[in-house]
């Protein structure tokens, strides 16, 4: 089983590491930038040298209640770093909710684009449709201004996979078909803790509707309500949170600290692979 991504072929007989790499810059200067973009290039050799298999180049934050960015910004926020990145060895995605980024990273060699609004805005399927790039479809209840005030569901695992299931039919509609979906529930995007801690329990039910799976927990807030730690305190809990989503079926993690991730996943790996003698 394969996903198909741009150009790359990606195996998923093992779990797939996701490196974020997040460009939303302080510094709005012309060398603000440029040192933007070099601060960028090494974290993404960084992640790339940790074993990343996938770059998630983001420009905006989609933090709880984060402002939206413009377009313009976005722009040039992540495609310099997508241009300089393209031709290196892992496949590029870029997390975009705007259609005319999306066709644009493309062409600049973006093999996946990341929408956390689950390609919900007009044009969004059809900016990717003719190229091989995969897509990550993601669930979100309302938006990163308003979706954790009192985010609700009957049955969450259910809710989120009607809506998944819905979307790839609506992908499919347009031309996308399965090989190049990833489907994403969308850990901390409109769900209490007790929402995200039953997908995660139940991510397994996701699989079912025969797509790669993403899990994207790492350094989420819902780790600091477990363990009352501070963002960059979570690195533990986002190594526990990626083992336990691939051991419930998921084939990508998206993380920030790619080599600890690499390692619990290598020891999950070898003990669930191990030949029986
Ligand atoms: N989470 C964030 C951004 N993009 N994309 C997908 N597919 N799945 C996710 O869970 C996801 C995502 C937000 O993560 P956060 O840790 O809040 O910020 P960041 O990763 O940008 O540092």
Same mark, same amino acid.
């Given at each position: 089983?394969?996903? !198909?991504?741009?150009?790359?072929?990606?195996?998923?007989?093992?779990? @797939?590491?996701?490196?974020? &790499?997040?460009?939303?810059?302080?510094?709005?200067?012309?060398?603000?930038?440029?040192?933007?973009?070099?601060?960028?290039?090494?974290? %993404?050799?960084?992640?790339?040298?940790?074993?990343?298999?996938? @770059?998630?180049?983001?420009?905006?934050?989609?933090?709880?209640? %984060?402002?939206?960015?413009?377009?313009?910004?976005?722009?040039?926020?992540? &495609?310099?770093?997508? +241009?300089?990145?393209?031709?290196?060895?892992?496949?590029?995605?870029?997390?975009?909710?705007?259609? +005319? *980024?999306?066709?644009?990273?493309?062409? $600049?060699?973006?093999?996946?684009?990341?929408?956390?609004?689950?390609?919900?805005?007009?044009?969004?399927?059809?900016?990717?449709?003719?190229?091989? %790039?995969?897509?990550?479809?993601?669930?979100?209840?309302?938006?990163?201004?308003?979706?954790?005030?009192?985010?609700?569901?009957?049955?969450?695992? &259910?809710?989120?996979?009607?809506?998944?299931?819905?979307?790839?039919?609506?992908?499919?509609? $347009?031309?996308? !078909?399965?090989?190049?979906?990833?489907?994403?529930?969308?850990?901390?995007?409109?769900? !209490? *803790? +007790?929402?995200? @801690?039953? *997908?995660?329990?139940?991510?397994?039910?996701?699989?079912?509707?025969?797509?790669?799976?993403?899990?994207?927990?790492?350094?989420?807030?819902?780790?600091?309500?477990?363990?009352?730690? +501070?963002?960059?305190?979570?690195?533990?809990?986002?190594?526990? %949170?990626?083992?336990?989503?691939?051991?419930?079926?998921?084939?990508?993690?998206?993380?920030?600290?790619?080599?600890?991730?690499?390692?619990?996943?290598?020891?999950?790996?070898?003990?669930?692979?191990?030949?029986?003698?």
């Amino acid at each position: 089983m394969y996903l !198909t991504c741009g150009k790359f072929k990606l195996p998923l007989t093992r779990p @797939l590491i996701m490196g974020v &790499l997040n460009v939303t810059p302080d510094s709005f200067s012309d060398g603000g930038r440029f040192i933007q973009l070099k601060q960028s290039l090494v974290h %993404a050799h960084a992640l790339i040298a940790e074993g990343a298999d996938i @770059l998630d180049i983001g420009g905006e934050s989609t933090r709880p209640g %984060a402002a939206p960015v413009s377009l313009d910004e976005e722009r040039r926020r992540v &495609l310099p770093v997508l +241009e300089s990145l393209a031709g290196s060895t892992v496949a590029l995605s870029i997390d975009t909710q705007k259609p +005319e *980024l999306m066709r644009e990273a493309v062409a $600049a060699g973006a093999a996946m684009v990341n929408d956390v609004n689950g390609f919900r805005a007009p044009g969004a399927f059809e900016a990717v449709a003719d190229s091989n %790039a995969a897509i990550c479809i993601m669930h979100m209840q309302n938006d990163p201004r308003s979706m954790q005030q009192n985010p609700g569901y009957d049955d969450v695992t &259910l809710e989120v996979r009607d809506y998944l299931a819905a979307r790839i039919k609506a992908a499919a509609a $347009a031309g996308i !078909t399965g090989e190049r979906i990833v489907i994403d529930p969308g850990f901390g995007f409109g769900k !209490t *803790l +007790e929402h995200n @801690l039953k *997908l995660l329990r139940e991510l397994c039910y996701f699989s079912a509707l025969g797509c790669a799976l993403l899990a994207g927990l790492s350094r989420k807030a819902m780790l600091g309500k477990i363990t009352g730690r +501070e963002r960059d305190q979570r690195l533990h809990a986002s190594t526990a %949170a990626a083992l336990i989503a691939v051991q419930n079926g998921a084939n990508i993690v998206r993380v920030h600290d790619v080599a600890a991730t690499r390692d619990v996943l290598a020891v999950w790996h070898a003990v669930s692979h191990a030949a029986v003698t």
